[in-house]
């Protein structure tokens, strides 16, 4: 089955700055790569994601890399504010209605004011 | 995207009692729903899949007789999780899988579930 490695497990960045979190994926049948925030408490929310016919993809602050044949991804937030402050899962799956998410651990990003 | 609720928000209850938890998909019709489990400071873990009108299909290692899945109609599933002990304390979060060219799971608000 697929398994999916995410680093770090935390991240401190100054406001201002940019945050860089990093997943692997085993299985190369994969081809959808989502990313959730989840904020203290609540459910996980879907902030970006993409397909693996495309290798980038933005909106506004964040932006998410595919590398297929490397199998990673990466998920990246600019000028990052107080509010950016959560945990951050990517996942993986191979795209179909039904098929299953597989997650990676999580990064905790806190941004200092 | 797909808005999905849950009910209760969170529960307190004794051990050995039953806990039922529901996940409703408000505006999309889902012929399968997803039931995580959440323990603290970790990640998401699929416990079952919710399929309307069948039986639900569990991972390994899930307890098909202590989780009771019901997916009663395209907007309703239910997770009853029967004879409750400590270790069962956890963030039981339900999502919906969306179709139409892609795949994309929306996630409910999550039911913190605390038994003493």
């Known amino acids: 089955g697929e398994n999916v490695e995410q680093h770090p497990s935390t991240l401190s960045v100054q406001e201002g700055d940019s945050a860089v979190i990093k997943c692997t994926y085993s299985d190369s049948a994969s081809n959808y790569f989502p990313w959730y925030k989840q904020e203290l408490g609540k459910g996980p929310q879907l902030i970006i994601d993409?397909?693996?016919?495309?290798g980038e993809k933005k909106d506004q602050r964040i932006a998410v890399t595919l590398n297929k044949t490397a199998k990673h991804f990466s998920l990246h937030i600019t000028e990052t504010q107080p509010e950016d402050s959560a945990v951050y899962f990517c996942?993986?799956?191979?795209?179909?209605?039904?098929?299953?998410?597989?997650f990676g651990g999580g990064t905790r990003l806190m941004v200092k004011p | 995207g797909a808005v999905v609720s849950q009910h209760p928000s969170w529960v307190i209850c004794k051990s050995g009692t039953s806990v039922k938890i529901e996940c409703r998909s408000l505006d999309f019709q889902a012929t399968t729903m997803f039931w995580y489990r959440q323990f603290p400071k970790q990640s998401l873990m699929l416990m079952a899949t919710?399929?309307?009108?069948?039986?639900?299909?569990?991972e390994q290692g899930v307890e098909k007789d202590k989780f009771l899945i019901n997916h009663a109609s395209l907007t309703l599933s239910t997770l009853t999780v029967t004879s409750a002990h400590p270790e069962d304390s956890s963030f039981y979060i339900c999502?919906?899988?969306?179709?139409?060219?892609?795949?994309?799971?929306?996630f409910g608000p999550g039911t913190r579930l605390t038994v003493l």
């Open positions: 999502s919906v899988p969306t179709s139409g060219g892609g795949f994309v799971q929306f």
């Open positions: 993409i397909r693996s016919n495309v």
């Open positions: 996942a993986a799956s191979e795209g179909n209605a039904g098929n299953m998410l597989t």
């Open positions: 919710s399929n309307e009108g069948s039986k639900a299909t569990y």
